[in-house]
Structure formats: structure tokens, C-alpha cells
RNA sequence: GGGUUCGUGGUCUAGUGGUCAUGACGUCUCCCUUACAAGGAGAAGGUCGGUGGUUCGAAUCCGCCCGAACCCA
């Protein structure tokens, strides 16, 4: 096999199993990172080779295809390490894991970047050379995102990779339009919808985001015509023009039996009706308002609600039209003082003032929106069917849930999905020039731009004609994404769509809980009659390190690159997942990524000294002389991988991993690794055999299951350690199958013997590997443990260990009572209080007197007496030295130590 | 204005009714003990935002108040 990876030495190659004594001093994160990021690439080591759609073996992430922006900020780099933790613990539990990448290529932003960079506008070049550029320009940002994602060491299969820009993708967009039109949930109508003036498109109402902004309210008189004026208070003069009606509130004494009074229009003298309607703000202005076509939303429900005429005065730039006479070819902003001007002059506008205002902008520019009446594409929301969908997911957390029902419940216009732009789906639909007939493409004839090929159907099945105008409208974006689990499938070329099973995880931010949740519900919910994935995991945004949101005004922006080129990519995972359980905001925080850093030195140096105990046999070595201490720590493990596992599969990431390292820094570095060392060093062959198969077990169980959060070092550790093959990546997880609750006990006397010596030997000013004459145990009366192997103990202590039968040879002395919370609440319930009490006050010699003459104990609280079983009574007691004896009285939780130094 | 989430030692964070509230970082003391000083052994540090209630018992459940973030209008 030829030689590919080389170390910094020169000496080893990655694809043989490395000898022991080659372990490497320190840990190079750089070196190793970058390394094994390549093997993976070469080996396709996540490649996905299973169903897709076999919901029992498949575990298929519905990942996010973002927007190819250039950029992969630190927020995706959480997004992408939750789904990268998941995906690599269920391949470690046997799962055919598909983890693809996907990008949302089509879009506006693109668009304007690219007109920018040519020094164009998008009508200045045929349609197919704009899309062209726009393409072009999209590869080079998707290569840089691509980049970084391997930086930080995510597993992607690659040969998954799609994007919504090529033609295999927007063709399946086209066709699942085409079904839902079959379907008549897609139809073209004319409508109010959002436009934005700088971007010449209709947008969808996620796409509108509220902007605050200071206002001019003017109070402007209507003069009635045959009764008298009424005052309104606007704040856009400029849509006077557009004014079909005034509106007060029922309940308005001011304006009691006004109701179908006219008034004239100021400067424009047409005339309109006074309504009544609930709606209307008494507080606001003086309680009257004027309706619009339109100002907002308001308006166009009034419009509807009281039908009245459409008088539509703005231009799809933003600009007044014919209607406005001499204000026509002013834009929006010169109107509105135009108009508050002449209205002044002509005596009309009584008063003016600064007000807040919110007004909906483009989210994708913030240009204030204005609602038209268009002809244009919808899709049918309906509303109770994406609701009950949502309802079957699994929400992580939970409460996210309540968001996207407000969402919809708070939907009150289809969604309008055409977009006046180029670079995007084209929809698949052509008019015919002679009788207006609109023709939607079949399902076979796409991918197909209409504006480039004729229908397949040929004559106009109307009029007979040939003659065909392409639809030049394409898709909103969220077109494309909203049948990703669809496209994941396989659908439509593996599986049709009533073949659809839901796909496992659908990860994504809170941010797009409205646009890609829910349009993915809408969409693939209503295609394939299912719900679209099991679980939904939401995650928060990522703040800066001053707690602040992230943002390049405040400075306190951190890239990935950033984090991964100070530390490691495993560190910077490690920081995230610790952040806060998936779905709270992480603050970001340089410290985690460094304690991080730290423990996988630590990790390192521990797999170091036991590779030292390592041979080709350990892996084999067979029924070995388990010591206390080995048991211990492997029925510790065992519980771990149990808890662990658990936490995973509950997407509990942080609580997964915190078990981890505690375990793996306490338990096994701290306490087992020290306790082993005897062994290990001086002990005889089968007491050495024990220890390092144990240390060989944990190691190996603490390597897989560090493997998702932290894949690099996990990796490059599992090349070295005896009996494994190819990348810890295609291993399983740990099967210890040793826990043993009674064993646990024993060894937690151990660990704690231990540390409580040695926190003597450091009290008492004594080094930790001074010697000690002599050590002895003694265990309280009705301890669980009665007895336990004190070799490994002996020897980490420098000292003769032995159990002790009986009581020590020193004072004992009760100091404390304790009663059981449990028992006594319940028990006495209103007085429980005064019971405790009493016994905090008690004698302790007296309390354990009671204890041992008899089962109860009989206390006196404010002339009452009560009467508590002795099993819910503890008495603490103390051995304490008599003066001039040369023994040190150490008190544990098991018993007691007596220690000679 | 409506809704959701949150408020735990200096900082970040775990903990949904039961004895001394978790861990990390930081601080202090001692120690270079043959895996690791990016380490080891210890220590100090908290009225669990405030208040009232439910309960024998509340960081945990409920009400109100204060503060923060987000979603919607």
C-alpha cells in the first residue's frame, strides 16, 4: 500500500497500525487536524451507502442548505457541530447515517453582489448570461463555505452534495410545483402583496421585517361635503391620492351618526365615505383615519371588508403614478413632502408631529415595503394541515414549538411565490399570445425555462394556436427548500411521493422557524401526506464574548477559522456543545475552548502513559485477575456509555459530554490511573494483565464515545491503540456490559481512601508519595461495604493498607444528629419542623444511647413528646486520637482511617 | 399591547419537591511524585432576581413585581 500521510517525522504511516513506543510526545492539533480531514475526504469515510427512505436502519439529517453568502460564520458553526455530534453518534450505533450538504443558491443578494461586481443592472444582459454570472459567482462562495466546514471537521458525505442552482435540483422544484398545481394548491391570481420598490419584486410576508423609524403625523381636515369637517391624523400624506375611505371607530362619541358622510379629498377633490369599523385606534390621532390602496395590511382588510374602489397610485419603483396628477414621477419620499407642503399652503394640514412608527422593510434590503395589487402565483396555506403536522414532530425544545403555531395561526394571505427575478426557479408555466390561456408544464418536461423552450404540449389546448409567451416570473427561494427531506429520499427518481417516510432530524435556527420550518411542512407535508422528519432540533444564536449579539459595529464578531487556528477545531466543538443545551443562545467564550483544549491535552497524555502498557495482546488478553479497583472503573465505564448514549439520543449534547469529561479526568486519570500505577510498574504478570486490559477497555470506551464532539484527536488516538482498524469513525459503541452496582460501592471506598490520605499527607505537610508506617480501615457499623482489596490502595498511598475488624482503638465521639427529611416530613407532617429542631438540639450521646437500647427515640419539643423510629435517625460520631498517640484519626464517609505515619 | 424563554458563587453553566446546590474558568495555599506544571493535592467564595403563596419540606410548583433576550401585533 503506498504511503500518503507522513508526520512531521517522517516516520509512520497513518494507514498502519502504530507500535506503542511510536506515540508521540505532544498533541500537534494543527498537524493532525488537517491530516485527517484529508484521509477522511480520500477514504469517504462517511460515505452514506444505505436507504435513505428505510426509516429502521436509515438515520438521514436534513441539513440546512445555506445561503451561499461566502461566508460560515460562527452561528453555523454551532448549527453544523449539533448535527455533526449526532451524525457521528449514530454511526456509531450502527446507523447507515446519510449527513449531506445541500445549497440555497437562488436569491436576490446574489443578484445585487454580482450586478455590483460587473458594474451591471440585471436588464442590461440577456436573462441565461445574467443566470450565468450569477452561477459562476456562487461556485466561488460555496468553495470558500466548504472550506471552513472542513476546517472544523464536519461529515459530510460529499457525494451528496446538491445545489438548488443546478438543473437536477430546480427541476425537482419545478415538478413538485407541477403537483401541486395538479392539486390546484398552486393558482395565479391578482391580490394585494408585499413589494419591494428597490428590488422590483413581490415578497412573501416572511420576508417582511418590522423597521422602527421616527414619523410625521399630520392632522389633515377632510371638509364635508354637506356636513362638517373631520379631522385625520396620517403619516403618509403621499397616499392621499389613494384615499377610497375614512374609518372611525363605533364607539366614537366624536363621530356618533357619522357614518356615511362624505367628504371631499384635500388638493385631489375626489370624494369618499365614512365606515365604521372595530379596527380603528380611538387613541390614535383623533380617532380617524383614512383607508388607502393601499398603506398596509389594515388597509387592504378595510378594502376587502367594506369593498371599496382600488385606486393604486405607486409605480413598481417606487414612484407616483397618473393617478397622483401633478405629484406623478415624484417618489415616494419627495411626495410625501410635496403633498404635507401644498397642504399647508391650501390651509388644509392643522398640525404636525414626530411619532414612532414600525414599518415593514425588505429583510433582504430595508427598503420599506408598499403593498400592490398584482397579478401573481400563490400556493394555498392551508393552515389546519400544517398545524396537525407540526403537531407530530418531535419539537427539541419543546416550546419552539408554540412558535411556529403562532406563526401560522397568525397567516392571513396565501403565499405569494413569484418573484419578478432571474436568478431562480424558473416557474414552469407559458401564456398563450392568442386567448391568454396559461399552460403549466407537465411533470416529465422538467427542468425547462419557459422563457427559452415551448411547452411540450404544442397547440394552445384552448384556441389551438402556437404561439406562447414563457412565463418570465420565477420562484421565491424557499420554493426550492422546502422539499429537501423530499429530495433526500430519493424522490423522484428512487420513490414516489406516496412512498415518502419522514426523515430523521431536521436542525436548524430559530431565526427560520417561520420560512423553512414551516414551508417545509406546508410543502412536503402536503406532497407526500406525511410529516416531513421525526425531530425537529432548534438551535439559539451564538452571542459574542461580551454577551452581546455578534455583530462587526460592536467588534465583537469570532470566526470559526478564528477559533479553530488558536486552539483546535475539537476545542472550539467541545466550547459549543458545552454552551448551553441545544436551543438556548451560547454565549461564546474563550475560556470553554480553552479548558477544552485543555482536557484534550489531558485526554492525550492519558492515552499516552497507557499506550506505554500496551502490546499487540492486550486487546486478547482473557479472563484476567480484575482487582477492585479494575471492576470499578469498568463498571463505572460502563454506566457512562449507558448515560452517555442516553443523553445523545436525547440531542442533550452538553449533559453528554460533561459526563464524559468528568469521568475521563476524574474517575480515570485521577483516581484509576493512579490507583493502576502499582500494577502496572512493580505488580506480577497476571496482577499487571488486569490493570492493562482494564486501562486498554476504558480508554478505548472514553475514545469512541469522545469521538463525536471532539473527531480528530479521537481519531488519531484510535491509530494508535492495539487492535483497532480504519477510523474510530466506523467503530462501535462501547459495549462494556460490566456494571455492577456492589463493586461500584467498594471502589468508591477506595478512591475515597485514597484522596482523603492523600488531602491528609497535603494538610499535614508531607509530600504525596511520602511513606507512611502504617494505614488502617474501619468500616461504620451497617456500611454497604464490609470489605474490600486495599492493593492498589496500598500502593498509591506508599503504605500497609489493611481492613480492620471491629471499632477503632481511639475515642469515639458522637458530634451530630441527623434525621431523615423523607421519613419525619410525611410522618408528622405540621410539626415536623419542631422534630427536626429538637433533634438538631439533641445531645448526640443521648440520641445514640436511645439508637442502641432500642428501635425508637423518643424526643421532647415544647412540652410534646414524640416518638421517630431509629432507622431515621443518624448519629455521626467521631474517632478522635488520644492526646500523645502517634495516629492520625481521618473520618470518611465509609468509616474511619486511622493513619501512622 | 399579546406570547415565549431566561435570571443560580467574580464570569459562564448543570440541576423541575427531600439530607452539606453541579461543573468549568478565575482567585488563594502547597507540590516539578518516572502520562501530563496546558499538571497534581487542597482552600475560600452563593440570602439560587425580589416578594407573597401551596407544602411537613421550594432553586424546583403557583401569583405578583423587577430585569434581560427573542417572536408576534
Redesign the pocket.
Known amino acids: 500500500m503506498p504511503t500518503r500521510f507522513w508526520r512531521a517525522s517522517g516516520r509512520i504511516d497513518s494507514d498502519d497500525s502504530r507500535a506503542m513506543t511510536q506515540f508521540p510526545d505532544?498533541y500537534d492539533p494543527a498537524e493532525v487536524e488537517s491530516r485527517l480531514q484529508q484521509r477522511w475526504l480520500d477514504e469517504e469515510t462517511y460515505r452514506f451507502d444505505g436507504d435513505a427512505n428505510d426509516p429502521d436502519t436509515a438515520y438521514v439529517v436534513d441539513t440546512p442548505p445555506p445561503y451561499p453568502t461566502g461566508e460560515l460564520h460562527i452561528g453555523h458553526a454551532l448549527n453544523w457541530s449539533y448535527m455533526d455530534f449526532a451524525a457521528r453518534f449514530h454511526r456509531l450505533q450502527g446507523d447507515d447515517v446519510l449527513f449531506p450538504q445541500g445549497w440555497d443558491c437562488h436569491g436576490l443578494p446574489t443578484e445585487v453582489k454580482v450586478e455590483e461586481n460587473e458594474g451591471i443592472q440585471r436588464t442590461d444582459v440577456p436573462r441565461d448570461e445574467f443566470r450565468e454570472m450569477c452561477v459562476e459567482h456562487t461556485r466561488h462562495q460555496i468553495d470558500s463555505m466548504k472550506e471552513t466546514m472542513r476546517e472544523l471537521g464536519f461529515s459530510q458525505d460529499w457525494n451528496a452534495e446538491f445545489r438548488t442552482m443546478d438543473p437536477e435540483y430546480w427541476g425537482k422544484t419545478q415538478q413538485s410545483f407541477v403537483e401541486m398545481a395538479d392539486d390546484d394548491l398552486v393558482y395565479r391570481d391578482e391580490h394585494p402583496v408585499n413589494w419591494c420598490p428597490r428590488c422590483g419584486t413581490a415578497i412573501a410576508?416572511a420576508e417582511v421585517e418590522?423597521i422602527d423609524r421616527e414619523g410625521t403625523l399630520h392632522y389633515v381636515t377632510f371638509p364635508g361635503v354637506d356636513n362638517d369637517d373631520i379631522e385625520i391624523a396620517t403619516t403618509r400624506p403621499e397616499l392621499l391620492a389613494a384615499c377610497v375611505a375614512m374609518a372611525v371607530h363605533p364607539d366614537d362619541e366624536r363621530y356618533d351618526g357619522r357614518e356615511d358622510d362624505t367628504f371631499e379629498v384635500p388638493l385631489f377633490g375626489h370624494e369618499v365615505e365614512v365606515v365604521e369599523d372595530e379596527d380603528v385606534d380611538q387613541e390614535f390621532g383623533s380617532g380617524a383615519v383614512m383607508i388607502c390602496t393601499f398603506g398596509d395590511k389594515q388597509d387592504v382588510t378595510w378594502w376587502a371588508e367594506h369593498d371599496l374602489d382600488l385606486r393604486a397610485v405607486f409605480t413598481e419603483d417606487g414612484h407616483l403614478n397618473g393617478e397622483a396628477g401633478d405629484y406623478a414621477g415624484l417618489t415616494i419620499d419627495e411626495a410625501k413632502e410635496a403633498v404635507a407642503d401644498d397642504l399647508d399652503a391650501e390651509g388644509y394640514l392643522n398640525d404636525t408631529e414626530p411619532t414612532e412608527q414600525?414599518v415593514g422593510a425588505c429583510w433582504r434590503c430595508d427598503t420599506p415595503i408598499e403593498i400592490l395589487s398584482k397579478e401573481q402565483w400563490f400556493v394555498e396555506v392551508d393552515k389546519e394541515a400544517i398545524l396537525e403536522r407540526a403537531e407530530e414532530v418531535e419539537w427539541i425544545p419543546e416550546?419552539m414549538h408554540?412558535?411556529l403555531v403562532?406563526?401560522t395561526e397568525?397567516m392571513d394571505w396565501d403565499w405569494v411565490i413569484s418573484r419578478q427575478r432571474v436568478f431562480a426557479t424558473p416557474i414552469p408555466a407559458w401564456e398563450c399570445a392568442d386567448c391568454g390561456h396559461r399552460h403549466i408544464a407537465t411533470a416529465d418536461e422538467t427542468p425547462v425555462d419557459p422563457t427559452e423552450e415551448p411547452p411540450a404540449v404544442g397547440a394552445c389546448p384552448e384556441c389551438g394556436s402556437d404561439d406562447w409567451t414563457g412565463e418570465t416570473d420565477v420562484m421565491d427561494t424557499w420554493m426550492d427548500s422546502s422539499i429537501t427531506p423530499m429530495h433526500l429520499s430519493g424522490w423522484p427518481l428512487d420513490i414516489d411521493l406516496d412512498e415518502f417516510e419522514p426523515v430523521s432530524l431536521r436542525p436548524q435556527g430559530?431565526?427560520i422557524i417561520?420560512t423553512w420550518a414551516f414551508y417545509t411542512l406546508l410543502r412536503t407535508g402536503e406532497l407526500t401526506g406525511e410529516k416531513p422528519w421525526e425531530n425537529i432540533l432548534i438551535n439559539g444564536m451564538v452571542f459574542g464574548p461580551d454577551?452581546n449579539?455578534m455583530s462587526k459595529s460592536r467588534g465583537n464578531t469570532v470566526s470559526p477559522e478564528e477559533a479553530v487556528e488558536e486552539y483546535s477545531a475539537d476545542a472550539a466543538r467541545q466550547a459549543l456543545a458545552?454552551?448551553?443545551?441545544p436551543g438556548?443562545?451560547v454565549?461564546f467564550?474563550w475560556?470553554?475552548v480553552?479548558?477544552a483544549?485543555?482536557f484534550l491535552?489531558?485526554l492525550w497524555?492519558?492515552v499516552?502513559?497507557a499506550a506505554?502498557h500496551f502490546d499487540e495482546d492486550t486487546p486478547d488478553i482473557a479472563d484476567p485477575a480484575y482487582r477492585d479497583a479494575d471492576d470499578w472503573i469498568r463498571s463505572k465505564a460502563t454506566r457512562v456509555a449507558s448515560d452517555v448514549e442516553a443523553e445523545m439520543e436525547a440531542y442533550r449534547f452538553?449533559?453528554a459530554l460533561?459526563e464524559l469529561r468528568?469521568f475521563a479526568?476524574n474517575d480515570l486519570?485521577?483516581d484509576y490511573?493512579?490507583l493502576a500505577?502499582g500494577r502496572l510498574?512493580n505488580g506480577r504478570p497476571g496482577e499487571r494483565d488486569a490493570a492493562r486490559k482494564t486501562l486498554y477497555d476504558v480508554v478505548s470506551a472514553v475514545t469512541r464515545m469522545l469521538a463525536p464532539f471532539s473527531p480528530h484527536l479521537a481519531d488519531e488516538i484510535w491509530q494508535y491503540l492495539p487492535g483497532t482498524e480504519g477510523s474510530v469513525h466506523t467503530a462501535d459503541w462501547p459495549a462494556l456490559d460490566a456494571y455492577d452496582e456492589d463493586v461500584e460501592a467498594r471502589g468508591e471506598v477506595i478512591a475515597e481512601a485514597t484522596?482523603?490520605i492523600?488531602?491528609w499527607?497535603?494538610?499535614n505537610?508531607y509530600?504525596?508519595?511520602a511513606d507512611l508506617d502504617d494505614v488502617e480501615l474501619y468500616f461504620d457499623p451497617g456500611s454497604e461495604v464490609e470489605n474490600v482489596d486495599t492493593y492498589d490502595l496500598s500502593e498509591t498511598i506508599n503504605a500497609p493498607a489493611r481492613v480492620r475488624e471491629g471499632r477503632p482503638n481511639v475515642e469515639l465521639v458522637p458530634v451530630d444528629v441527623?434525621g431523615d427529611?423523607?421519613e419525619?416530613?410525611?410522618e408528622?407532617?405540621?410539626d415536623?419542623?419542631i422534630v427536626l429542631q429538637a433533634l438538631n438540639e439533641a445531645d448526640p450521646a443521648v440520641i445514640q444511647a436511645q439508637k442502641n437500647s432500642g428501635d425508637t427515640i423518643t424526643l421532647e419539643a415544647d412540652g410534646e413528646e414524640y416518638e421517630l423510629d431509629a432507622d431515621w435517625v443518624?448519629v455521626e460520631e467521631e474517632y478522635r486520637a488520644e492526646g500523645g498517640e502517634e495516629v492520625a484519626v481521618v473520618e470518611t464517609e465509609f468509616g474511619t482511617v486511622l493513619v501512622y505515619p
Open positions: 505532544d410576508d418590522p414600525s416550546h408554540q412558535r403562532e406563526w397568525g430559530h431565526d417561520r454577551g449579539k458545552l454552551g448551553g443545551q438556548s443562545d454565549q467564550q475560556k470553554e480553552k479548558s483544549s485543555r491535552t489531558k497524555n492519558i499516552k502513559f506505554g452538553d449533559a460533561r468528568e479526568w486519570a485521577d490511573v493512579e500505577k510498574y484522596r482523603e492523600r488531602a499527607k497535603s494538610a505537610g509530600p504525596l508519595n441527623d427529611d423523607s419525619i416530613g410525611p408528622f407532617r405540621g415536623a419542623g443518624t
